[in-house]
């Protein structure tokens, strides 16, 4: 199984309610579901964060997200990151 991807919240700082998110990889089908209700349903946060998933390892990623932003980091990128490559076809 493909591993890696980009998830972002985007939260109200005051409140922690969900505002928007997104997620891009192999499992980013199975997570917008979750994350388009939290938004529509203006979850806070922390709630979010302390759901216990079917399937964490499809998750874990935005337990991460929300994690970081819980202690303040706004941004995180993958020291690795070498940049898009061309699709070749």
């Known amino acids: 199984m493909a591993t ?3 998830i972002k919240v985007i939260a109200d700082q005051q409140t922690g309610v969900l505002l928007g998110a997104t997620a891009c990889g192999p499992t980013a ?3 917008l579901g979750m994350l388009t209700l ?4 203006r979850i ?6 302390s ?13 991460e997200a929300i994690g970081a932003y819980a202690h303040g980091v706004t941004t995180v ?3 690795e ?9």
């Open 44 to 49: 806070v946060l922390d709630d979010l964060r």
């Open 81 to 89: 990151y070498a940049g898009f490559r061309p699709v070749e076809g």
């Open 29 to 31: 089908a199975e997570i």
């Open 51 to 63: 759901t216990i998933y079917a399937f964490p390892t499809f998750y874990g990623g935005v337990g």
């Open 77 to 79: 990128l993958d020291p």
């Open 4 to 6: 890696g991807g980009v």
């Open 38 to 41: 939290a938004v529509h349903k």
